[in-house]
């Protein structure tokens, strides 16, 4: 239809462009309520079924156990343990519990570490930052041991569903478990959902948006030239809905959600966790910091029975589910792109595209199936990441926070800037750590290049063949492998420096300090990445013309002359963007620093990538905060590349020129 | 440059700096090898990197390795380490060729904001996709399903390859077609009797290249990949250097068996590789 009237005046197509955008925009829309409200039905219908309920009551169960799932688990429970030390000087020794965590996703399936420490550290503190705390990690490993040899039994949860009698549907969870001494000790979590539904209020703001469409449409028709009134209408109409909406705390009350549940947990020895002689005081510090311990998730009011083999531990939580916020994560993107799909045909550039798509069919024909590719599985998953930063993860639940997270990265959460988990930290490390790869890549790579374009040189297949091999090996392969190179007292990085007589026999421990983790990687990944550089850089100087260099000759031109004003420049054209490509990759290497220092000591040398990594998945599946952690990765990447690609066109121009 | 009797000394220097370095580069794949010949799966080893016992029970561990069924796990990985790394490069080049000769050869609205898009996809970071992906995958029933797998690989490598394959339809002359066109062919036929002939090495470096991101891949294929019989190469390989249980020599043994189809697909191609690779680049 639009292309029909290509010749049509200006104003009079947009106008009807805007109209039928607006159709489109609508049916967006009430296509979107029907997937809304069929979602909600189906997530009522599960929540009823108590399913979802399910997964609360296996947190609980968990954390009854005295929850070390992250970090911050870890942080408080050293800090326990020093308390415990100190109140208790008759502690014997304290066992590390572990449990591995079942789940679809193999990057979330880990381990969980419920105490820990042993006594003959007695006095050393843990240090709770790292996940990979080395001490930590041997604890692990030596219970991953015992459960192999069936010293310890992790016991299979049995979980128990029921109606009960004037209460209704009651969930109970017994996590049975053998300590090393045999002693088993149980832990019953019994839970009855108490659910309220709210219908999410879809309906004002679909209608606000619809209104303010409808408003838009009319001034586009009556005053074509009055676009930028009628789009501030439009966009003050939307603002006023979505206000309105979040104003009334709509999306958080619109369903909740409340537990209530007992835990109970019992034993047949005396040591539970913590071998010790029987002490109220403790107990109460137990209590305390369960409570603590829980926060976010539980609002428990604890009662602490005397501790006679059995640790009793009544809790009344209320545990809310926001059922709203799970569908903003869908509303939200929906309305934006209703509005999009709006704003592109009320400018008319809707009615353009239609008639350049008839236009140019072949071309977009051609390029199709890659965009729809890349619209599917790179563009779809890239936007769902961005969405993702504005909302909270906790506990399977998402609530939008807007941009709490962004702020918290941007601030650092007050930590200084030393701190290894402030973001500016972790920056000018990843602009030291990319900065330093090109430069290497790039001086060894043109340096060998130029060597091996020489025409008199022998063998020069031979070495390129050979030294393009870092390249076609997998770069987990070579990061493990260079990890094991720097290993202190194995490694062949410290038997070389000590035969060459420059370290002693205790060789260099390359992951304690920054520099030498920094240089460890450093040098991975320039072996790794030279290879690239150097095939880049000889195609780029076979094509120079030799005439240039015979002239340059003549005219008495030195050698060093020679590469800088024929060399250099005409090379430039070639590497900028392999330059750029390559600075973007190094900056998103993730492999190099996870696998080879993996971000020892301390997190010191870990790079924005793998910090947003270990916020999500190693440090209490914070998925908002890492996807938004992402999103200024990507941002800064972004204004890098602009600016150079800016630098690259002006010295483009300026060649095209001479 | 030193081609005269002056130059002996020079080119004496000159090899003995790329024998050195070279030396240098190989060291730690000698490393694997040694570690993939020597009997225990320990770490203990000293800076020679020549095996002093060898032996190939690490290999034979390897490929004997069965599942419950008595059937060889070795191979089913390698079957589908293969098959997802050959759809993958058929995918990837057959959609980086065709979109990149419609960037190369047609002028058309949305020309220059594709291309920029298809660079920025670069900077996307991976931490952001996965669970997105996740999720995306599992909607459509491709978890733990190898076609899956072969379309996010044949996704992530079509950038770059259409970056590398515009620059280098791009240096291939406008007069061919014209005559062709001249001569009465269709767009599809130029594109499929002269451009792609014309333009083998490039697309031999885009098929190495796809080839390689979805042969070498592991996070992604850790993530999609739940059943021990769907795992792909690197996952099965990595397995065997996890947080519990290090077992070194069988890691190297794996890691040389899988990078040898990539370094023989490399050496075969390396002539290409640096024609294919700049030819665009030196025109942007």
Request: aromatic fraction near 12%; charged fraction near 15%; glycine fraction near 8%.
């Amino acid at each position: 239809m639009t292309v029909d009237n290509r010749s049509a005046g200006n104003g009079n197509s947009s106008a009807r462009g805007a109209l039928i955008a607006f159709f489109i925009g609508v049916t967006v829309i009430t296509a979107g309520a029907g997937v809304i409200e069929k979602r909600q039905e189906a997530i009522r219908a599960a929540e009823l079924d108590g399913r979802c309920f399910l997964a609360q009551a296996r947190g609980l169960a968990r954390a009854s156990v005295l929850a070390g799932y992250d970090e911050l688990g870890i942080k408080r429970l050293s800090a326990l343990l020093e308390k415990v030390k100190k109140t208790s000087p008759g502690i014997l020794s304290i066992n590390v519990i572990s449990e591995t965590k079942d789940d679809p996703l193999p990057f979330r399936r880990r381990e969980r570490f419920i105490a820990s420490t042993d006594s003959s550290r007695t006095g050393v503190p843990l240090d709770p930052r790292s996940y990979s705390d080395k001490r930590l990690h041997d604890e692990r490993t030596k219970v991953v041991f015992g459960l192999k040899r069936g010293r310890h039994q992790p016991g299979p949860a049995l979980m128990k569903e029921y109606d009960e009698p004037g209460i209704g549907k009651t969930i109970e969870v017994v996590v049975a478990r053998k300590d090393a001494a045999g002693h088993v000790f149980t832990v019953h979590v019994k839970a009855t959902p108490v659910l309220h539904t709210r219908p999410v209020p879809f309906m004002p703001l679909a209608a606000a948006v619809v209104f303010g469409m409808a408003i838009f449409t009319a001034f586009a028709w009556a005053a074509p030239r009055a676009r930028g009134v009628s789009a501030f209408i439009l966009i003050a109409a939307v603002a006023m809905g979505a206000w309105y909406a979040v104003l009334n705390d709509y999306f958080a009350s619109a369903g909740k959600m409340e537990a209530r549940a007992s835990i109970r947990m019992e034993s047949t020895a005396q040591s539970i966790i913590f071998t010790l002689p029987g002490s109220n005081r403790y107990l109460q510090g137990l209590a305390e910091d369960m409570s603590t311990g829980l926060d976010g998730r539980l609002d428990p009011h604890l009662n602490i029975s005397p501790f006679n083999g059995v640790l009793k531990v009544n809790v009344e939580p209320e545990n809310r589910r926001e059922i709203g916020n799970s569908q903003a994560v869908i509303l939200l993107p929906l309305l934006l792109l209703a509005l999009l799909i709006y704003a592109w045909g009320a400018t008319g550039r809707a009615g353009r595209a239609f008639s350049a798509l008839a236009k140019h069919s072949a071309a977009y024909a051609y390029t199709a199936p890659a965009g729809l590719g890349m619209l599917m599985l790179v563009l779809a998953p890239f936007a769902f990441g961005i969405g993702l930063s504005f909302f909270r993860h906790s506990g399977g639940t998402f609530s939008f926070v807007g941009i709490t997270n962004f702020r918290d990265i941007l601030l650092s959460e007050n930590r200084p800037i030393t701190n290894p988990l402030s973001f500016y930290f972790t920056l000018l490390v990843t602009i030291l750590w990319t900065a330093a790869n090109v430069v290497l890549h790039v001086s060894i790579g043109l340096a060998l290049a130029l060597i091996l374009k020489s025409p008199f040189l022998r063998m020069k297949a031979v070495y390129r063949v050979l030294l393009i091999l870092p390249w076609a090996i997998p770069n987990y392969v070579t990061a493990l492998i260079w990890k094991g190179m720097f290993n202190q007292q194995f490694g062949a990085i410290n038997a070389l420096l000590a035969s060459l007589g420059l370290t002693g026999p205790d060789g260099v421990a390359w992951f304690s300090s920054f520099a030498t983790a920094f240089t460890a990687n450093l040098v991975t990944n320039t072996w790794l990445g030279f290879p690239f550089m150097m095939v880049v850089s000889l195609g780029a100087l076979q094509s120079i013309p030799s005439e240039l260099y015979e002239a340059a000759k003549v005219d008495g031109a030195g050698r060093w002359r020679r590469f800088r004003s024929i060399t250099l420049p005409l090379l430039k054209p070639a590497l900028f963007p392999a330059v750029i490509l390559g600075s973007i990759w190094t900056f998103n290497q993730f492999n190099i620093i996870y696998l080879v220092s993996g971000g020892e000591p301390s997190g010191a040398t870990d790079i924005l990538i793998t910090e947003a990594y270990r916020w999500a998945f190693e440090r209490g599946d914070r998925y908002g905060y890492a996807a938004a952690y992402s999103s200024v990765i990507f941002v800064i990447l972004l204004a890098y590349t602009l600016v150079t690609s800016r630098l690259t066109r002006a010295t483009q121009s300026s060649m095209q020129k001479t | 440059m030193a081609g005269s009797g002056r130059g002996i000394g020079k080119k004496f220097v000159t090899h003995l700096f790329l024998v050195a370095f070279t030396v240098a580069t190989l060291y730690p794949v000698m490393w694997v090898v040694k570690l993939s010949l020597t009997g225990t799966q320990g770490f203990t080893l000293s800076l020679n990197p020549i095996p002093e016992e060898p032996t190939l029970d690490n290999f034979k561990d390897l490929l004997t390795k069965q599942d419950r069924n008595g059937k060889s796990l070795f191979l089913r990985w390698t079957i589908n380490s293969t098959l997802v790394a050959g759809t993958t490069t058929l995918l990837g080049v057959l959609l980086a060729c065709t979109a990149a000769y419609a960037f190369s050869r047609f002028r058309f609205p949305g020309r220059e904001k594709g291309l920029m898009a298809f660079l920025v996809t670069q900077m996307f970071p991976g931490t952001l996709m996965m669970i997105p992906l996740y999720v995306i995958m599992d909607r459509l029933g491709l978890l733990n399903r190898l076609l899956g797998l072969a379309l996010v690989y044949s996704t992530t490598a079509i950038p770059f390859c259409v970056w590398m394959l515009k620059g280098y339809f791009d240096t291939i002359p406008r007069e061919l077609e014209d005559a062709a066109r001249i001569d009465g062919a269709s767009t599809f036929r130029i594109f499929w009797t002269i451009m792609l002939p014309l333009a083998k090495p490039a697309i031999a470096v885009t098929a190495l290249f796809s080839f390689m991101t979805a042969w070498n891949e592991f996070i992604l294929a850790a993530t999609f990949m739940s059943k021990e019989e769907m795992y792909t190469l690197p996952v099965a390989i990595q397995s065997y250097v996890s947080a519990y249980h290090t077992e070194w020599g069988h890691f190297a043994a794996g890691s040389i068996l899988v990078s040898i189809p990539v370094v023989v697909l490399f050496f075969a191609l390396q002539k290409n590789l640096v024609s294919g690779l700049t030819a665009g680049s030196v025109k942007g």
